[in-house]
């Protein structure tokens, strides 16, 4: 076996993006490792990842190859009917053979295939050094790499995703020779740019990560996330309370510094009279900054910097970071206080005036839709309508304030504050704010019933008007969000147990769509003909055609897009597609029924019948499809020839009838079990009973029985969907 050495290869470069970051470094590693796998270069990974700080990507393997192993080749030649002429001479084409493989024909092998015996030529060379291949290696795993706008420098034709400055490249203790991106590979690397601002002799890879961190950097990602979340914990401890460290700001944070260092800082009290979600956001998403909660999660006056650097002056890089914050957060303060003043009942009003959609009218148009939706919901799951139709009246007037206007991600969050602040109910206040949920992938659905109903009012307008506007997502265009919109009403509705009819509502917001379009159709031929007028043309008996859509079948393929969407959400939960497939196919109304049929069919499946059942139910499926013959509604007992055929007929009336009540109350775990006794006389039947008797009477009889069978089988589920 080849030696095995370490390696690394260390791009320096000047800061990267930090949202790219991670996958450019993945790549970079993924793009090495591959180059050297396709190369049959062996490789120990053993617990290697990615390293990279926003200076340097990096590859340090424990075990590289120091050269290839032989290398093998079998080229086929030309039969031997068509190699060698009758006397056994070469042919041309076996002569070309041979002299494209540098060798005299007397030299060539034979091997044999189902066509007969023809020449080969097989050869083995030396495997090349891996030295010699890690430079087209790298050149490859850099050219891979995910940069969508590369950038230039100087007066070179290659681009990366900054310009470069120093490439480190060791196979054990030995430089590669190698140049890449203008840059020869070396074995300096360099220190962090402010703590240690000079070259960093590396003698073999194995010295890298310790020969950096002396030199103020860590190269490991994960490392340098340990730091930050127990420097954070710590320094919010220290101001008597609890950082709020989410995912992506630390990931972000965590790709921004070489050397993190936490710096307590703090601002004016005053400023907590703002909704601390401005003020948590602003922290976040513009400084990068960790918020300090108290005990009961609310903001505190403190707030955690990290710098890239130890200062001596931790108090000025305090000062620095608080200064920074100080103008957003006033202008917060500032947008607050102006919307208090003017109210969110009077924010409305400007809501006439926004397009919410052409066809669809303005955002007023579209509160009008979903105040309606609402207030027809509220009583179907016990909740007040009037608190309903108060919530919707007031749940998209925050769009009008300038809180919202200056962070959008606000919207509903705002609209809570206001409301309270207006003596509106808690209920009310609290229902404006989860209308938005779920706001992303992974988000809790609303928590109290009124903030359901608007959150599925509102959905539901959404879904009709973007149907009914022609805006049905395509590809990766979905403008009005409608996937994000159907999974988050479903999952509203089956996570609520509202036990709503989907159908219902669908066409009940697709007539409010509707009038939306007439009045709008109405207003614009108004307006035309009233343009037309004072041009001197008349208009007389001139109208436009209804733009109205056919609500019926918007209905029907808004119905399955949504149940499309519970693909992806039931997958997520575990649930095989054939369960999945198994409810779909009967489009029950109701999704929370819907979520009950999905469980039932799931304990269905784990019983020893349930094969065996799904595939007769799949084999009268095919058998009723087939028929030419009109099929009885009803049994008649008389025509029973057959001992099975008697007994299952007997069989399924008592399952029918024994199931009616479970039916009636959605038991369907309870269905599915009582027709799972049916077994044995459905394969007796199988066994014993030729269906498509010569007596029409008979095979009618017959077909008639099975379809009493295969409806009350598929009256939970399409259970063939079961079978292999």
């Known amino acids: ?44 990974r053993g617990d290697a990842k990615p390293l990279s700080t926003p200076r340097r990507l990096a590859v340090l393997l424990p075990g590289v190859a120091v050269e290839q192993p032989e290398q093998h080749s079998e080229v086929l030649g030309p039969y031997l009917n068509i190699a060698l002429d009758a006397d056994g001479q070469p042919t041309k084409a076996l002569q070309g053979f041979a002299a494209k493989a540098g060798i005299d024909w007397t030299a060539l092998e034979r091997t044999s295939d189902a066509k007969g015996e023809r020449f080969v030529h097989r050869s083995t060379t030396p495997g090349a050094r891996t030295a010699t291949l890690l430079p087209e290696i790298l050149r490859e795993a850099i050219a891979a790499m995910p940069i969508p706008k590369p950038m230039r420098w100087g007066s070179h034709a290659y681009g990366f995703a900054r310009p470069v400055h120093w490439l480190v490249l060791l196979h054990g203790g030995d430089i590669v020779e190698a140049e890449v991106l203008g840059l020869k590979a070396d074995r300096m690397s360099r220190g962090h740019r402010f703590m240690h601002d000079k070259t960093v002799w590396l003698t073999s890879p194995d010295d890298y990560v310790g020969s950096l961190q002396a030199a103020f950097v860590l190269v490991d990602p994960d490392a340098r996330r340990t730091r930050i979340v127990e420097a954070v914990n710590a320094a919010a401890t220290q101001a008597g309370g609890q950082a709020r460290i989410t995912d992506d700001n630390l990931e972000q944070v965590v790709n921004l510094v070489e050397w993190p260092a936490a710096v307590l800082c703090s601002f004016e009290r005053e400023f907590l009279a703002v909704p601390q979600e401005a003020l948590i956001e602003t ?19 403190k707030f955690i910097g990290i710098a890239n650097i130890e200062s001596r002056d931790v108090a000025e890089v305090a000062k620095g970071y608080e200064r920074v914050i100080r103008p957003r957060f006033s202008d917060a303060k500032f947008f607050f206080d102006e919307d208090l003043k003017q109210g969110l009942t009077s924010m409305g009003e400007g809501l006439k005036t926004v397009t919410y959609q052409a066809r669809l009218g303005s955002v007023a148009d579209k509160v009008l839709r979903v105040v309606a939706l609402a207030e027809a919901i509220a009583p179907q799951v016990g909740v007040d309508p009037v608190l309903a ?7 998209k007037n925050d769009l009008q304030s300038r809180m919202v206007n200056e962070f959008p991600e606000l919207q509903g969050i705002a609209g809570r504050h206001y409301a309270l602040a207006g003596g509106e109910s808690p209920e009310v206040a609290l229902a404006i704010d989860e209308a938005y949920q779920p706001r992303f992938g992974g988000d809790d659905i609303a928590l109290s019933p009124l903030g359901k109903v608007l959150a599925i009012a509102e959905r539901a307008d959404t879904l009709a008007g973007g149907f009914a506007a022609g805006l049905k997502p395509t590809g ?11 999974l988050g009403l479903a999952r509203t509705v089956i996570e609520s147990g509202f036990d709503l009819d989907l159908n219902a509502l669908l066409q009940r917001a697709l007539d409010g769509v509707n009038h939306s379009i007439s009045v709008g159709t109405a207003l614009r031929t108004a307006r035309a003909n009233q343009a037309a007028e004072q041009e001197g043309i008349r208009t007389v008996g001139a109208s436009k055609p209804s733009e109205e859509v056919d609500a ?14 519970l693909k992806g959400y039931y997958a997520d939960k575990g649930v095989p597609a054939t369960h999945f497939n198994a409810v779909a ?25 349930a094969e065996a059942l799904a595939a ?17 509604g009803m049994v008649d007992r008389a025509l029973l020839a057959e001992p099975a055929e008697s007994a299952l007929a007997e069989a399924v009336e008592a399952a029918i009838e024994e199931t009616n009540a479970s039916l009636h109350q959605k038991d369907y775990v309870s ?18 009973v030729m269906v498509n008797a010569e007596d029409p009477a008979l095979r009618a009889n017959r077909l008639a029985l099975l379809k009493r069978l295969g409806d009350r089988l598929g009256s939970v589920a399409a259970i063939e969907h079961l079978s292999s």
Do not use: C, W
């Not at 019926?552 to 969407?565: E, K, N, T, V």
């Not at 109304?589 to 019948?609: Q, V």
């Not at 006794?677 to 459905?682: A, S």
């Open 1 to 44: 076996m080849s030696t095995m050495l370490p390696l690394l290869i260390e791009l320096g470069t000047e800061e990267l993006p930090v949202k790219a970051l991670p996958g450019l470094a993945q790549a970079f590693f993924e793009g090495v490792v591959d180059g050297l796998t396709r190369r049959g270069v062996a490789v120990e």
């Open 283 to 301: 922290m976040e998403i513009n400084q990068k900054f960790f918020p300090v909660l108290d005990a009961g999660g609310r903001l505190t006056e």
């Open 389 to 395: 139709k108060r919530a919707a009246v007031l749940a």
């Open 476 to 486: 990766n265009k979905d403008p009005f969000a409608l996937r994000r919109n159907a």
């Open 552 to 565: 019926r079948q918007l209905a029907s393929d808004l119905h399955l897009f949504i149940l499309d969407r």
């Open 585 to 609: 196919d009967l489009k029950p109304a109701s999704l929370y029924d819907f979520d009950r049929r999905i469980d039932a069919i799931g304990t269905f499946a784990a019983l020893p019948e």
């Open 616 to 632: 007769a139910n799949k084999r009268i499926r095919n058998i009723l499809r087939k028929a030419e013959v009109d099929i009885p």
């Open 671 to 688: 269905v599915l079990n009582r027709l799972a006794r049916l077994r044995p006389q459905v394969d007796a039947f199988f066994d014993a």
